[in-house]
């Protein structure tokens, strides 16, 4: 190549450059140019974090606004609501007020110290206020408040919601309940709380004291399981439907206690009843008189030792005697069933009704007071029993199919021999733990009895096995007696 080429080469080659150069500055120019406006509303943002973005576009500032946005339209007016107060709140509770342009809602709902209880309560409402959204009308403008009475801070709450609906104007309401046991950590079925028993006795209660009755303007089929109460302090309230209005009727814990699969401490009955060979035959052992200061834990340790249960009629008079806190608590953390013998052992059916009141009433309270459990059942003095006390008593009455004649003999051997010739599926044997022979026979019985068989139950496991939901006021000799 000769120089004139090469400088001519290069001449060429300097144009082009310099022509792609002012090209891309013109680009460059116009690009900026183009931008300019954009960049000033947003010199301080980042386009790649897109919070910081709107953090910036979120500033009231006049230069915040974005030209180059949709127009956006007139936002709808939100549906106003004010949260109504009408509910009494025991416990905490937590409140949302949320206005939206097609429905605005109102939800409260019980908040515990326990973080698993507070979430289940915030679920069950939730789920409450999702089945009311699902269920409104397209094109309506609506108000929804969920509401609740509860039960304060017992170990099983009770929550019932109230649930009021506005659409277009047209207002209805309705009502649920939530029962949550948090001595379980877990929700349940408001029925499971009750047995059927106890349906027919609050329906009986309702209808002698309301005056309404079974049937098309009273107590419903949905009334079947009591979906509706609330457990208070001394008393249930239970809710029922009267021609379509909600009313309630209060029944002391005593009356309805025996009922309850699940009792106000959060204990669940079904938890005390193990799990047995319900073809093997069972034999209830009970034990009256007690407790006593040294035959009693002497006992729980036999029993204890065999791994069998077995049900204490207590005494109220004695409950306040030496050792017997400690026999008390020992039993009720042995999962032996504890029931009452009435306070001062006298033959109930010479007592006037106060009386009679009385003496149930006076060991219940004792007896919750020492163990945080009510008594099961109730075994009458000698077994003294007549319609008035049956009439009177708050559990079902025990008397017994085998009377080991402890109180008469006092004497080991022939103990062991009248228990071992009674012996029999499904009955209740009569003893008495202040008798150091009585507690010496037991040594020997108890092995003999699991030797031929028996699986020696609680009261409660006795009839849970038999398919008996024993009533109030009715006397068992035996399971199916
Ligand atoms: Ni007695």
Not at 162 to 175: A, F, L, Q, R, Y
Request: hydrophobic share 35%; charged share 25%; proline share 5%.
């Amino acid at each position: 190549m000769t120089r004139k080429k090469k400088r001519k080469l290069k001449k060429n080659v300097e144009r082009v450059l310099i022509c792609s150069l002012c090209l891309l500055a013109i680009l460059v120019s116009v690009y900026f140019i183009k931008n300019a406006k954009k960049w000033a509303g947003g010199m301080n943002s980042q386009p790649d974090d897109p919070t910081v973005t709107q953090a910036a576009n979120n500033k009231p500032s006049g230069n915040t606004k974005n030209p180059t946005a949709e127009p956006t339209a007139t936002p709808e007016p939100k549906i106003p609501i004010e949260a109504e107060n009408k509910y009494t709140h025991q416990g905490t509770a937590k409140q949302e007020v949320v206005p939206g342009a097609k429905v605005s809602y109102v939800l409260n709902y019980p908040v515990f110290d326990n973080a698993i209880a507070t979430e289940a309560s915030m679920q069950n409402a939730k789920a409450l206020l999702s089945k009311e959204l699902e269920t409104l009308p397209e094109n309506a403008k609506s108000r929804i408040w969920i509401d609740y009475e509860d039960s304060g801070s017992k170990a099983v709450v009770s929550a019932v919601f109230h649930i009021t609906k506005e659409v277009d104007g047209t207002t209805t309401e309705s009502v649920s309940e939530w029962v949550y046991n948090k001595k379980k950590g877990e929700s349940f079925e408001a029925k499971e709380m009750f047995g059927k028993l106890a349906y027919e006795y609050v329906v009986k209660r309702v209808t002698e004291t309301v005056g309404i009755t079974e049937g098309e303007d009273g107590l419903t089929a949905e009334q079947e399981h009591f979906p509706y109460f609330l457990l208070k302090e001394e008393e249930v309230e239970f809710f029922y439907l009267d021609g379509g209005k909600l009313g309630s009727i209060s029944i002391p814990y005593r009356e309805v206690y025996t009922y309850m699969a699940v009792t106000p401490d959060g204990t669940v009955r079904m938890d005390n009843i193990r799990e047995l060979d319900p073809n093997k035959p069972m034999i209830a052992l009970t034990f009256d008189d007690g407790p006593h200061i040294n035959n009693t834990p002497r006992l729980l340790s036999i029993l204890e030792k065999y791994n069998v249960r077995a049900t204490f009629f207590v005494l109220g008079d004695r409950l306040s005697w030496e050792g017997s806190e400690e026999a008390m608590a020992l039993m009720a953390a042995s999962d032996n069933e504890i029931a009452s013998h009435t306070f001062s052992h006298s033959n109930l059916t010479r007592l006037t009704d106060e009386q009679i009141e009385a003496e149930f009433v006076k060991t219940r309270n004792k007896i919750y007071e020492m163990t945080g459990e009510y008594p099961t059942f109730v075994r009458a003095p000698g077994g003294n029993v007549n319609d008035k006390v049956k009439a009177l008593s708050y559990a079902p009455l025990i008397n017994w199919s085998v009377d080991t004649r402890d109180w008469e003999s006092r004497d080991r051997d022939s103990i062991v021999a009248q228990a071992l010739a009674g012996a029999k599926a499904n009955r209740i044997m009569l003893m008495h733990d202040i008798h150091t022979c009585t507690v010496d026979a037991a040594e020997i019985l108890i092995p003999k009895l699991l030797e031929q068989g028996y699986q020696l139950v609680t009261l409660s496991e006795l009839f849970y096995y038999n398919n008996v939901e024993p009533e109030n006021g009715v006397l068992y000799r035996a399971a199916d007696y």
